[in-house]
Antibody
């Protein structure tokens, strides 16, 4: 059974850094397309980053340089390193997997990141 | 960025009724359009991918169609568990979502 479990969300001050983790089971993260998607409180969904099976990574222009997606194949875990955090980064962050690019067929339950002083 | 516009914003219906949700893209996305269902406090759930293909385990009352810029999700007969927010998402370019349609109980 495919399962995804995010962790690492926290209350962090503006300008701070945070690393989110997504532990996967039931499949291999290095074999699939893995993504981070976020949802600000009461708002819609926003795709944050994608890592392909070949290791290529992609971000929207608005987040390039601040966010980095990576994976640890030995731990079967996906990560999102977030730097220079801003109030507008406050959101629930979901990890998602798919066997196709730009899609999420299994999702974790999310982890809350709050950026506030 | 491709903008997806969903209509209506809210759909008020009774169980057993038919729901028709629309999604329009600001430019053509071919068949790279997905639909998700989200309930409060839960992650999105994939319903449809590639415009018309039901995801694993999705009931047959969910169907979808469209290509290019205009897409439709239809729920043939609403069950109590179908009242939720529905998002369309394009995967033709950098993935983006529509703003959502809330299907609420009338």
């Amino acid at each position: 059974e495919v399962q995804l479990a995010e962790s690492g969300g926290d209350l962090i001050q503006p300008g701070g850094s945070l690393r989110l983790s997504c532990a996967a089971s039931g499949f291999t993260v290095s074999s699939d397309f893995m993504s981070w998607v976020r949802q600000a409180p009461g708002k819609g969904l926003e795709w944050v980053s994608i890592i392909y099976p070949n290791g290529a990574t992609y971000y929207p222009e608005s987040l390039k340089g601040r966010f980095t997606i990576s994976r640890d194949n030995s731990r079967n875990t996906l990560y999102l390193q977030m730097n220079n955090l801003r109030a507008e980064d406050t959101a629930v962050y979901f990890c998602a997997r798919s066997d196709k690019p730009n899609l999420g067929d299994y999702w974790g339950q999310g982890t809350l990141v709050t950026v506030s002083s | 960025e491709i903008v997806l516009t969903q209509t209506p914003a809210t759909l008020s219906l009774s169980p057993g009724e038919r729901a028709t949700l629309s999604c329009r893209a600001s430019q053509g996305v071919s068949h790279y359009l997905a639909w998700y269902q989200q309930k409060p406090g839960q992650a999105p759930r994939l319903l449809i991918y590639n415009a018309a293909n039901r995801a694993t385990g999705i009931p047959a009352r969910f169907s979808a169609s469209g290509s290019g810029t205009d897409f439709t999700l239809t729920i043939s007969s609403l069950e109590p568990e179908d009242f939720a927010v529905y998002y369309c998402q394009q995967g033709s370019h950098w993935p983006t979502f529509g703003q959502g349609t809330k299907v609420e109980i009338k």
